[in-house]
């Protein structure tokens, strides 16, 4: 009796060892999965929905910081996408994408001083 049952258990061994790779490579894709979603999927849609609150936010007088280092006055506001900054004596008209920051009233002054 005792030999059949060691037959019928080896012969079961396979099919167990390839129930728990698959088990175990499903664990690892699970893992995986919420490593990116909360690590990088949830910070990134934090900082888009940031950044169009500034957008949206932005109003003439306002004094900003573009991505390419510009400091001005919002001046004009274009079809809800563009703006028209001036910078010392220059006009610039930018995509309100491009904005990254907006400064307290007064900045400007405060840094030409």
Do not use: W
Not at 32 to 49: H, L, M, T
């Amino acid at each position: 009796m005792s030999f059949l049952i060691s037959h019928v258990s080896a012969s079961n061994i396979n099919e167990i060892h390839s129930k728990d790779n698959i088990i175990s490579l499903i664990i690892i894709i699970l893992i995986f999965v919420c490593f990116c979603y909360f690590i990088i999927i949830i910070p990134q849609n934090k900082r888009i929905k940031e950044h169009s609150d500034l957008i949206n936010s932005i109003s003439i007088g306002d004094e900003i910081l573009t991505k390419g280092g510009i400091i001005g006055e919002v001046i004009k506001i274009l079809n809800d996408n563009y703006v028209l900054i001036l910078t010392n004596d220059n006009k610039i008209f930018m995509k309100k994408h491009f904005i990254i920051s907006v400064f307290p009233k007064g900045t400007i002054k405060n840094i030409l001083l």
